[in-house]
C-alpha cells in the first residue's frame, strides 16, 4: 500500500477527482479559486474597514475557508508521513539531467526540492528573494487577472470563459520564463 502511495499517480486519478469537486461545486452554485481565501482571510481582518474590495460577507465563503484547510492538513500529513522515499521518485533520465544542472537532486529521496523549499534554503539571501519576488508576482498576477491558476484553469475554462483562456496562457508563459529564465539565474 505504502509503495503505492510513494510512486506518482497517473493523470486518471486526479483529473476525474478534480472534475468531480468541480462537478459537486457547480451542483452547490459554488466557483472553485484558491486566491479567493487570501480576500476573506482579510476581509475577517477587519481590511472592509479599510478597503472597499474587502467589504463583504466572509461568512459565504466559509466552504472555501474549508477546502484550504483540508489543503494544508493534507500537505501536512504528506510532508510528515509521506515525506522519505525510499529509493526516491522515478523522474525521466533527461529531467533529471536538467535538474542536477541547477543543482537539485533531492527528488532522489523527497517530493519536494529541498534544495529551493526549506529552512537551509530560506537562510539564504536567494531564498528570500526567490520567495518575496515570486510571492509578490503570483498575488501581482492572481489579482490582475481576476483569479488564480487553479481558478481560472479548473472553473474558468470549464465555463468556456475567453477570459480565463488567456489568462492561463499567461501563467504558463509565465511559468516557463520562471523555470527556464530566471530559476537558474537564481540557482547558479
Known amino acids: 500500500m505504502t509503495d503505492w502511495i510513494y510512486q506518482p499517480w497517473p493523470w486518471w486519478v486526479a ?8 462537478l459537486f461545486l457547480l451542483y452547490f452554485g459554488k466557483s472553485f479559486g484558491i486566491s479567493a481565501v487570501l480576500r476573506t482571510a482579510c476581509t475577517m481582518a477587519g481590511a472592509g474597514k479599510k478597503c472597499e474590495f474587502f467589504n463583504f460577507d466572509w461568512r459565504t465563503q ?3 475557508l474549508l477546502f484550504i484547510f483540508g489543503g494544508v492538513l493534507g ?3 504528506a510532508h510528515r ?3 522519505g522515499v525510499a529509493g526516491g521518485i522515478a523522474v525521466n533520465a533527461r529531467t533529471a539531467v536538467a535538474l542536477a544542472k541547477l543543482h537539485i537532486v533531492s527528488y532522489q529521496d523527497h517530493f519536494y ?7 537551509k534554503a530560506l537562510s539564504a539571501v536567494q531564498g528570500w528573494v526567490v520567495l518575496a519576488l515570486g510571492g509578490f508576482l ?5 489579482r490582475y487577472a481576476g483569479g488564480c491558476t487553479s481558478g481560472h484553469a479548473i472553473s474558468g475554462l470549464s465555463n468556456l470563459q475567453s477570459r480565463s ?3 492561463v496562457i499567461g501563467f504558463f508563459v509565465g511559468g516557463l520564463l520562471m523555470v527556464h529564465v530566471l530559476l537558474p539565474l537564481f540557482l547558479a
Open 15 to 22: 483529473g476525474p477527482i478534480i472534475g468531480m469537486v468541480y
Open 62 to 64: 466559509r466552504w472555501n
Open 75 to 77: 500537505a501536512f500529513v
Open 81 to 83: 508521513y509521506l515525506n
Open 113 to 119: 526540492p529541498t534544495e529551493l523549499m526549506s529552512w
Open 138 to 142: 503570483v498575488g501581482f498576477g492572481a
Open 165 to 167: 483562456l488567456f489568462a
